[in-house]
């Protein structure tokens, strides 16, 4: 009897022992991986199972577990996981980031060297719905700054899907089941052509992930483990660029890519610094806003996806502010516009109000700014807007990027009926209550339109 009892505690001891052993395992793991992050303690090594110590930098999760060179770091569904190193096919005329450049990136992008993107920011990515889907030819929409972005590059996916190649114009049916090859060719596509333009037709640089850390942290620059190992690749021409792109597409489209930041990047080292400066005025010096928990884009940034230049405002030209100082407005038009509706784009204040540059497009494709919500618009006729004749009775096709969202809404929209003169005396409050924002965005290009929504209910 004895015995057993001595047998059942000794038994005891060693589960206890055992589950001891595992839960410090355990703990040693969550450990490395926040000391990875910087989260943690300093001690950024492990020890494997031969007793030697390895740094996180050469496991695959920051676990102590070696994984072969180039397989990334973090598993791509970390929170704020760090991108996995590019897969780069060349090397030729690329060269990595200096001090100097991570330090004039974050004076353009957040006016200082102390801020660094958020999460929402770090998750971002361009990733496409279901292929042979209602939505196949969308991205999915992320929340916050990002939001303006992706919805931006949405109208150049849709450039190229509709009216790229043959001339010839698409229905949206046709156009709404699109393969995977199809959207990575139009995600290639529009990404190089954004970045061609943005180099004023001349060169694009492109920036990738290495494994290689060339900056150190220093008292006036913080590193965020992901700006410090950037390569910059430059191309000289527009279909070099775009095949570029689409070789190494993953770095933009893969969860845990950080692929929206690297188009941002990608972006500002094609305008060049220099030319940044000359786009900007006294009333945009950096293109990134704080807010709650984050950043948002400055007009800026979204000029520069559309026209090529970071020009801060939205009206036409040049124009002198309240205190005669110069600011910069839109000065070509872009194949893709722009439309905004809202308190301040409602407001009479004439630098507020979008001019005919963005309001009137080469191509029937607008983003659309809805009270800070960002929206793509668009036509399937190339001509809508070529001919005046077009613009009686027409279809519009409008996708909102929220997730409830399962198919392009379809809008009629008639510019010749006279139902809106029942209401031509009511004020601004009545119309509001009236009608959908989205109707009241349509009406700042085709004032006294009527929109019909062909049987959806009326959202946004």
């Known amino acids: 009897m004895n015995l057993e009892v001595s047998n059942q505690e000794k038994s005891s001891q060693g589960l206890d022992l055992e589950e001891i052993t595992r839960k410090i395992s355990f703990l ?15 001690n950024t090594t492990s ?19 070696p994984q072969p060179k180039g397989q990334g770091h973090l598993p791509s569904n970390s929170l704020c996981s760090i991108p996995k190193p590019s897969i780069i096919s060349s090397k030729s005329g690329s060269f990595p980031i200096s001090l100097e450049m991570a330090t004039k990136l974050r004076q353009i992008l957040f006016g200082n060297t102390v801020h660094v993107f958020s999460c929402d920011w770090k998750k971002a990515h361009f990733r496409f719905h279901e292929s042979f889907s209602d939505l196949s030819f ?8 990002v939001q303006s972005i992706q919805m931006a590059v949405q109208g ?15 229905k949206c049916h046709s156009f709404c089941a699109i393969s995977k090859q ?8 529009a990404l190089a052509g954004i970045l061609w333009t943005a180099g004023a037709a001349q060169k694009a640089t ?10 150190a942290s220093t008292l006036d620059y913080s590193r965020d483990n992901f700006t410090e190992r950037l390569c910059l690749f430059e191309l000289l021409e527009k279909e070099s660029t775009e095949k570029f792109i689409y070789d190494h597409l993953p770095c933009f489209k893969e969860e845990g890519s950080h692929g929206v930041i690297l188009f941002l990047y990608s972006l500002i080292f094609s305008r060049t610094f220099e030319r940044l400066q000359e786009d900007l005025d006294v009333s945009t010096t950096h293109l990134l806003q704080p807010t709650a928990g984050g950043f948002l ?13 970071a020009s801060p405002n939205v009206f036409n030209g040049c124009q002198k502010g309240k205190t005669q100082e110069l600011l910069r407005g839109v000065l070509t038009r872009s194949e893709v516009g722009y439309l905004q509706w809202g308190k301040d784009a409602s407001a009479d204040d004439r630098l ?19 009270n800070g919500n960002y929206s793509v618009l668009f036509s399937t006729n190339r001509q809508l807007l070529s001919d005046w004749k077009m613009e009686h009775l027409f279809d519009l096709f409008f996708y909102s990027g929220k997730p409830s969202q399962e198919k392009p809404v379809h809008l009629t929209v008639d510019t010749h009926s006279h139902h809106w003169e029942r209401g031509q005396h009511e004020d601004e409050h009545t119309l509001r209550r009236r009608h959908s924002p989205v109707e009241m965005v349509i009406r700042t290009k085709w004032r006294e339109a009527t929109i019909n929504w062909n049987g959806t209910v009326p959202f946004f």
């Open 28 to 42: 040693d793991k969550w450990r490395e991986i926040f000391s990875y992050h910087g989260l943690g303690t300093n």
């Open 47 to 65: 020890q494997n199972h031969e007793g030697n110590y390895i740094s996180a930098d050469e496991t695959e999760d920051g676990t102590g577990t």
């Open 138 to 145: 969308t991205l999915e929409i992320g929340k916050g700054g």
């Open 156 to 170: 150049s996916i849709i450039k190229h899907l509709l009216f790229t190649g043959n001339g010839k114009d698409c």
């Open 182 to 189: 199809e959207q990575e060719q139009a995600l290639a596509s």
């Open 206 to 215: 492109v920036c990738l992930v290495t494994e290689n850390t060339y900056i």
């Open 297 to 309: 884009c400055r007009q800026a940034v979204l000029n520069m996806i559309l026209t090529g230049r």
């Open 352 to 370: 507020s109000q979008v001019g005919s540059m963005l309001k009137t497009p080469k191509l029937p494709i607008w983003l659309c700014n809805i």
